[in-house]
């Protein structure tokens, strides 16, 4: 399996953009996205693209404020207006943003917090130079169409309202499969603890 890190940024344009409200604390949605453990479940048309074996992925650390996770694609899926079936690239930069990209341009998300309990959430694609407005708007329209993110919006919002009802007592973190998830909360506390 070959993987390069690597996406240029240089000559990509801004291409598609959508927004979603999420009733939730950042740090659920942080949570939520910077893991893949819970996408067979939450997740199927996602999971039945990529390799859920975690011995075919890479998840590391880059840095005191940076994560990053490697999936490969499964055999056959058909190319796609924004990526190549090859490996699904993921970096979320903390506390707010993640890089994605898979071959063709890249993806950045931010979330702006509103409150407490509530963010927005951007995603963008940015289109290598000379993408066509027909791949361009194919493109705008499979992000429309996407379930991935309104599962996450809606995920997110049931952990919330089980954080609120004080019902769910609070969870465990999964060695190795959590990892990621970890460094950000070891680093949470160190930021409320200076």
């Known amino acids: ?33 910077i893991e ?3 996408c067979p479940t939450t997740h199927p048309e996602f999971s039945r693209a990529v390799v859920q074996d975690p011995a075919r992925q890479i998840i590391s650390v880059g840095g005191r404020y940076w994560i990053h996770h490697a999936i490969p694609f499964r055999d ?15 970096n979320w930069i903390f506390p707010a943003t993640y890089l994605q990209h898979s071959g063709k341009g890249f993806d950045i998300g931010t979330i702006d917090v509103v409150g407490v309990d509530r963010l927005c959430f951007r995603h963008m694609w940015f289109a290598p130079d000379g993408t066509t407005p027909e791949v361009i708007a194919l493109a705008q329209r499979s992000l429309d169409g996407d379930v991935t993110i309104p599962q996450d919006v809606e995920i997110c919002r049931l952990v919330q309202h089980s954080h609120d009802s004080g019902v769910a007592p609070a969870g465990r973190l999964l060695p190795g499969r959590a990892a990621l998830w970890t460094h950000f909360c070891k680093l949470i506390v160190e930021m409320v603890g200076e």
């Open 76 to 90: 056959g899926i058909p190319e796609g207006p924004t990526y190549v079936p090859e490996t699904y690239f993921y």
């Open 36 to 38: 893949c453990y819970h």
């Open 1 to 33: 399996m070959q993987m390069s890190r690597g996406c240029d940024v240089t000559t990509a344009v801004p291409a598609t953009e959508a927004s979603w409200t999420i009733d939730a604390n950042w740090k659920v949605f942080q949570d939520n996205t």
